[in-house]
């Protein structure tokens, strides 16, 4: 999203960012999650139904107004203001109208995504009508107190006589297709919809290319999948999905796979296929272990026949894997 935001602080269209703050029980969606309303449009979600709609209501105020707001919903009691929201939770939301002048913050943001470094974003919502917000890119530079935080998920905290909301930057989850086949090529649009970004590699040309795959951020040639982790900058982000063209090159891949840092790592294949490739791995003495972590088959099993309905239950799995509902995903 800073991308969308960056354009359109470029272009001084008026923007308000509508953020999830805190969450407690059960809410739609968690601190952090951002949606985007301009006059033009609204990008993002906040889970839908009443709230969202509200949300958007309070977004297009602050439009007109450039007053930022806090939104609190208490959905844990069905009243006829809540009806259309019983989830059982409490959520608060900051309404915060967006400035020119704060094109440096999100650019300074989108540099640090791009590049994998640590950053963080604090907003000071003391007085609830004046949201202060910084990004600190030296994370030795946050006031005292706040570093801590800063290592864990997005929320509030009291700093003395203030309230802020501390928000690390969320580096996207990163889907590393090993093959750029028809079946990955649905794999890519479900994931990038789903909020991972997407890499390719193949060793053909024509099968990893930004042509092929416009909704990739990289695509790699890369011959006979060799030195994929320098290639790739495989680490702790990575969810690798391995589905080369051939029983060769997947072995290749599992075997270089393993000696990464990627959080999850899957295998098109039959069980048949799985017990030939995890023979071979164990005669490289590859524990049993490791091989534990793997996912082969990948995917649920919800009956996928079609290159899409594959994708669909490829990329419910790498949710799955995101969200820590998988217990066998790497704990590294």
């Keep these: 999203m800073e991308h969308t935001i960056i354009n359109l602080l470029r272009s001084e269209t008026p923007a308000v960012l509508v953020t999830v703050i805190a969450r407690d029980g059960y809410a739609p969606r ?35 107004s450039g007053v930022s707001t806090r939104l609190h919903f208490d959905l844990r009691n069905e ?7 019983p989830c059982g939770g409490e959520t608060e939301l900051l309404v915060e109208p967006l400035a020119p002048t704060q094109l440096n913050l999100f650019e300074g943001a989108a540099a640090a995504l791009a590049e994998g470094k640590p950053g963080c974003w604090l907003v000071d919502i003391t ?16 006031p005292p107190g706040v570093a801590a935080m800063q ?11 203030r309230t802020l909301y501390v928000e690390p930057l969320q580096h996207p989850p990163v889907v590393l297709l090993c093959g750029g086949g028809q079946v990955s090529l649905c794999i890519a649009r479900a994931a990038e919809q789903a909020g991972f970004v997407v890499d390719v590699v193949d060793d053909r040309p024509e099968f990893s ?20 982790e320098a290639r790739c900058g495989i680490g702790p982000q990575h969810y690798m999905v391995i589905a080369t063209r051939g029983h060769s090159h997947d072995l290749d891949v ?7 840092k990627a959080r999850y790592i ?17 005669e490289q003495e590859v524990p049993n272990a490791e091989l534990a972590c793997v996912r082969c088959p990948i995917g649920i099993a919800i009956g996928a026949d079609t290159p899409e309905e594959i994708a669909v ?17 790497r704990d590294l």
């Excluded at 007085?127 to 946050?142: E, G, V």
């Excluded at 290592?151 to 006589?161: F, S």
């Excluded at 295998?267 to 071979?280: D, I, N, P, T």
């Design 30 to 64: 968690r601190p952090g999650t951002r949606m985007l309303v301009s006059d033009a449009a609204v990008a993002g979600s906040m889970g839908g139904g009443l709230m969202e709609a509200k949300a958007v209501d309070a977004a297009r105020q602050a439009l007109l």
């Design 79 to 85: 009243t006829p203001e809540t009806a259309d929201m």
């Design 127 to 142: 007085n609830p009508q004046q949201a202060q917000r910084a990004f600190y890119l030296d994370l030795t530079a946050l």
């Design 151 to 161: 290592a864990g998920d997005p929320g509030l905290m009291a700093y003395g006589d």
């Design 209 to 228: 290319s930004m042509e092929r795959f416009p909704m990739a951020r990289a695509a790699y040639v890369v011959e006979e999948f060799a030195d994929l």
């Design 254 to 260: 599992l075997t270089q796979a393993l000696r990464t």
């Design 266 to 282: 899957g295998v098109f294949g039959s069980r048949k296929r799985r017990e030939e490739l995890y023979a071979s791995l164990r």
């Design 313 to 329: 239950s490829v990329v419910a799995e790498l949710v799955a894997a995101r969200s820590g509902r998988l217990p066998f995903f």
